[in-house]
Structure formats: C-alpha cells, structure tokens
C-alpha cells in the first residue's frame, strides 16, 4: 500500500510542474477579468513602449487563485516559478519585471529580473505599499494595477535601463543620545557636509523627473494613435500621440512615440493585421499567443516586493 502511495506521488509530480497557467499576451494576461478596459489599453501600451524605447519586457498577471496552479508553496515562490516558466525579460540582461494579483488569495508581486541591483527591492515595495495596496483594500483592482505597474515602470525599469542606480535610502534618525554626545554631533554634522554633493546631484535628477509646473511626480501617460491613410483607402497605425499629465496641476506635454510595429485597417475599420519592425519577440497585448513567439527567456532569482491585504 506505501508502495503504491510513493509511485503514486512521484507518478503526480510531473503534472504539478506543468499547472501553472500558459501567456496568451505577452503584456497583459488578466485570467480574473479585473482591469477595465480603459485601463487595459493605458497598461499595454505603457508596455509597448517600455519595450519599443528600452529594450525592457514587462508583463501584468491577474491569477484568481494561486493554489489551483501549484502554488502551495507561497506567494514569492509561485510568482519566481511563473516568472522564469515564462522566460520574462531578455536572457543577457535578466532586465524583465512581472506584476501579478491574486485576488482570491489577497496577495500581490511585483516580481523583478535577476538583473536588477538588490536595492530596488526598496523601490518596488514602497510602489507596491503607497499605490498597489491601497486600491485593492477598496476593491479597485484595476487603479491599483495602472498605478503599480506604472510607476515600475517609471521608477524601476526605465531608470535601470539607462544606468542609472535606484534612489539612495532614507538616512536613520540619529540616535537618542546624540543631543548629549557633542562628538556625535560633530560626526552627524560632517556626515552631512560630505555628502551634500552627491545629495544635490540625486536631487538634480530627481526634480527634472518630475512637472515642469508644480513638481508632481506621478505623470500619467495618455496614448492615442495617430492614423495614416493608406493607398487602398484605409489607414495604418504606426505611431502614437503620447500625453505626458500631471494629475495635481493640469499641466501637459504631448510628444511623438513610434511603434515597433505596424497595424494596417480597411476602409470599414476591418483589421487587416501587424508587421514587427524589429527582430525581439516581445509583441503587445493582442499580437502574441503562447503558440507562436513570445518572451526572450529571462529569469528572476526572487527580487521585487509583496503585498497582502
């Protein structure tokens, strides 16, 4: 009988390892159907450009429930599996994040690529406490994503891109002794005249992050597509008009956002299909499936931050 409950089990493990869900899109894989479709459209398009501009694949997963996947093991482990299953980000660089949900279970990840420096784990887990967490206490599961998985992408992924190193901790308050201790004093004293030039240069970058108006840093990015008439009288996309908005003051700046793609339309509308312009595989929402091209074959060694509610 134990003989048969061990062949059994070991006859099994094999099926749990292929539970975990397939991607249809490569950008958006809502299995729980909780982002509105406004939303849907800000994301994958963010992610397009993400990648169009950096190189960088991000992707956001909403699984109702982790454990009818194989995910007995806990919130962090399911989400590292799930990530390298998938290959998210490319395979040199380790550069790919995932933002995953699960309402059912209360949790949240944002899941970063193994090439990211440790110290940005600071940065996702303060994304994932001020924008993630709040929305989702309410239920609103599809602000709270927008707002996540924007900000990752603002504050983790394009930054790291372009070399730079996450923002510097928050320095410890001093200690209580410190008002008796004129040498400690001193110390604290010097600490700060020696390191007030690197504070102005990270100031510096900091301020031109954010609203030429009133310094706001939680820009909003609002994308339309730009038409352009095609000779059999439809019209082909290729580009996008992006609104760069400060959701405190009202100021704006639009700017022009190539596509790594082309979207071709009939005269009635009628989609007609894509051609890639470049050779990566990543595609966005609608123009990948788990049958034909996809991720680049990243991997996460469990970097990023959680959250539950």
């Not at 440790?118 to 994304?127: L, V």
């Not at 320095?171 to 390191?195: K, M, Q, T």
Request: proline letters at 6%.
């Amino acid at each position: 009988m134990i003989r048969a409950l061990l062949l059994w089990l070991v006859l099994a493990l094999p099926v749990a390892a292929q539970s975990l869900p397939d991607w249809d899109y490569t950008s958006i894989n809502d299995f729980a159907r909780l982002l509105s479709n406004d939303d849907t459209r800000v994301l994958d398009q963010a992610l397009i450009a993400l990648h169009a501009d950096t190189g960088v694949e991000g992707t956001v997963v909403i699984i109702e429930d982790r454990r009818s996947h194989g995910g007995d093991s806990g919130l962090e482990a399911f989400a590292t599996r799930l990530f390298n299953y998938w290959g998210v980000g490319d395979k040199r660089r380790n550069d790919g994040f995932m933002v995953m949900v699960l309402p059912a279970n209360r949790e949240a990840r944002i899941e970063l690529g193994a090439g990211y420096p440790p110290a940005f784990d600071a940065t996702a887990q303060q994304i994932m406490d001020d924008l993630m967490l709040p929305g989702f206490r309410d239920g609103d599961y599809s602000t709270g994503l927008r707002r996540g998985t924007l900000a990752v992408i603002e504050k983790i992924a394009r930054p790291h891109a372009a070399g730079q190193e996450p923002p510097p901790p928050a320095p410890p308050p001093p200690p209580s002794w410190a008002s008796r201790n004129p040498l400690a004093i001193i110390g604290i004293v010097l600490s700060a005249v020696l390191s007030l030039p690197l504070s102005i240069f990270v100031l510096f970058r900091w301020m031109n992050s954010r609203c030429a108006q009133c310094g706001n840093r939680n820009l909003v990015e609002i994308s339309e597509p730009i038409r352009e008439t095609a000779s059999d009288n439809g019209w082909r996309v290729s580009q996008l008009s992006v609104r760069r908005l400060c959701q405190q003051c009202g100021w704006s700046t639009t700017l022009t956002r190539g596509l790594p793609y082309t979207d071709s339309f009939a005269a009635d509308g009628a989609f007609l299909g894509r051609t890639q312009h470049y050779s990566s595989s990543f595609g966005g929402s609608g123009s990948s499936s788990s049958g034909s091209s996809g991720f680049s074959g990243g991997s996460s060694s469990g970097g990023g931050a959680s959250g539950r509610w």
